[in-house]
T-cell receptor, first 109, second 115 residues
Framework: KQEVTQIPAALSVPEGENLVLNCSFTDSAIYNLQWFRQDPGKGLTSLLLIQSSQREQTSGRLNASLDKSSGRSTLYIAASQPGDSATYLCAVNFNKFYFGSGTKLNVKP | DGGITQSPKYLFRKEGQNVTLSCEQNLNHDAMYWYRQDPGQGLRLIYYSQIVNDFQKGDIAEGYSVSREKKESFPLTVTSAQKNPTAFYLC??????????????FGAGSRLTVL
């Protein structure tokens, strides 16, 4: 069974910091990887999609990288803001989607 | 606007009752999915459907049932056989029939509480 792990489970930072969220997976044979944001009691909003042939994707202050050989993806958030506070989940597509349990981010004003 | 609509947002059920959660999409996506989310855990796949009138069990299908009579609709029934149904349920869809290149789009979720 495929496993997806996200570390840390929770993170609290002051506003303005740059931060990195990690996602690791057990098999390098992936089709793509998505990063999602989830606000409390809400559905998942897609942030970035990286196809297996890509190394990184950028959207605004967000940058996601993918290293299939080491089974890792990172989500880099630049100049964090209180509005970034949410849970961030990664989903790895092994021809079936597997989700990590998420990193709960709190950005303090 | 295109998207996925889940209803109801909140649902309370007495033990022994069946309840049905609605999921409708207007994205013209072929594939639809139901996930369950429990606190501190990742999403777990209940059922998925890649084409009308066909669906497959996911990792935790016991105590649940689905139908896919229309492309736009994929309702989930939580039966009385589901021992611990209190959870947040998320419906998703993707464009292609195969998992390979798919990208997931999610609804806003339905929270079920058993009284």
């Amino acid at each position: 069974k495929q496993e997806v792990t996200q570390i840390p489970a929770a993170l609290s930072v002051p506003e303005g910091e740059n931060l990195v969220l990690n996602c690791s997976f057990t098999d390098s044979a992936i089709y793509n990887l998505q990063w999602f944001r989830q606000d409390p009691g809400k559905g998942l909003t897609s942030l970035l999609l990286i196809q297996s042939s890509q190394r990184e994707q950028t959207s605004g202050r967000l940058n996601a990288s993918l290293d299939k050989s080491s089974g890792r993806s990172t989500l880099y958030i630049a100049a964090s803001q209180p509005g970034d506070s949410a849970t961030y989940l990664c989903a790895v597509n092994f021809n079936k989607f597997y989700f990590g349990s998420g990193t709960k981010l709190n950005v303090k004003p | 606007d295109g998207g996925i609509t889940q209803s109801p947002k909140y649902l309370f059920r007495k033990e022994g009752q069946n309840v049905t959660l609605s999921c409708e999409q207007n994205l013209n996506h072929d594939a639809m999915y139901w996930y369950r989310q429990d606190p501190g855990q990742g999403l777990r796949l209940i059922y998925y459907s890649q084409i009308v009138n066909d669906f497959q069990k996911g990792d935790i299908a016991e105590g649940y049932s689905v139908s896919r009579e229309k492309k736009e609709s994929f309702p989930l029934t939580v039966t009385s056989a589901q021992k611990n149904p209190t959870a947040f349920y998320l419906c998703a869809s993707s464009m292609d029939r195969g998992f390979g290149a798919n990208v997931l789009t999610f609804g806003a979720g339905s929270r079920l509480t058993v009284l």
